[in-house]
Structures are given as C-alpha cells and as structure tokens.
C-alpha cells in the first residue's frame, strides 16, 4: 500500500465503448487502485473513464468531490452520452460535494477551468492534511490538441512535478 493520498482523475470520455471492452477497463481501473490508499478524489462525471473511476471510488468508500464546468443538464447534453445517463445521476447524488463553476461560453474554455480548479483542490487538500497529491488518468498516451481533456490535464499535473498513474484505456 502507498501511502494516503489526495487524487485527481481524469480520463477520455470512450463513445461506443462495447460492453466488454468497458468491463475490462473497469475492472483494470478496480486492480490499479487496489494498491493505492486513497483519501478524497476530486474530479467531474462525463462519460466513459471519469463515470468509471467515480463508481470505484464510491464502492470504496472514498470521498468523491465532483467539479462541474457548469450545470448538471447542460453538463449532461454536452459530456454524457445517453446509455451513461443514469450512472452520471447516481454518481452525482453519492458524491461528498459537488461544485459546479458556472462558466459561460464555449464549453472547451468551461472543461478547462473545471480540470484547473478541480486539480488546485486536490493538491491543496493533500498539502493541508500532508498527504500526497496524485493523478489517475485513463489516457491513450496522444498528445493535447487543446487547453482542455485528458491529454491536457496529465500535461499540467506533470508540470508541477507531480506524478501521474496512467491507464491505457485499451487494456
């Protein structure tokens, strides 16, 4: 076991995700954070890896803080797709916190200050409670194209020098 530690999930949303391949992602993301000691995991809820690794951490008992860019339904229209719909609300409703930024304007420039702020959080939590500060991505390893997604945010928690544990989301 590692010791305590405070993280930042993120992950690529997955359109048409067969069923197989989605258990075997789950279950691969289940046996990755079996050797962590996680405290709190701060993140958002679209679809595909971030829904997955939000129901691992509630299974677990793990406080889950979710970060909106801005409103759940508009949230919803744009980062979850429709067979995801009901796992996005359970999540919602299980979470410790929810904190929804209220950003307007297009949705990259919201996605972006969400995973910003969401990652500020977590490290400041870990530094409060001198815990460490990490992040799980289910990334494909492609570099950014943007200021926001997975690509994006592993490249900012990297630039602080804090480590990154990465899935591939093809397992």
């Not at 000691?37 to 803080?65: K, N, P």
């Amino acid at each position: 076991m590692t010791p305590p530690s405070i993280v930042h999930y993120t992950g690529h949303r997955l359109p048409g995700l067969a069923p197989l391949a989605e258990l075997r992602l789950a279950n691969t993301i289940a046996a990755r954070l079996l050797s962590l000691s996680i405290l709190t995991a701060h993140g958002s809820l679209a679809s595909g890896a971030d829904i997955l690794f939000a129901e691992q951490f509630l299974a677990r008992g793990i406080r889950l803080r979710v970060w909106l860019p801005f409103g759940s339904e508009r949230f919803k229209q744009s980062s979850v797709f429709p067979g995801w719909s009901a796992r996005f609300d359970r999540a919602l409703a299980e979470a410790d916190s929810v904190c929804i930024l209220n950003e307007t304007g297009p949705a990259e420039r919201g996605y972006a200050a969400c995973s910003s702020a969401a990652m500020r959080a977590a490290q400041a939590e870990a530094v409060t409670g001198g815990f460490a500060a990490l992040q799980v991505a289910v990334w494909n390893g492609v570099s950014a194209r943007g200021r926001a997604g997975t690509a994006a945010d592993v490249a900012a928690w990297r630039a602080l020098g804090l480590p990154s544990l990465v899935i591939d989301p093809m397992v």
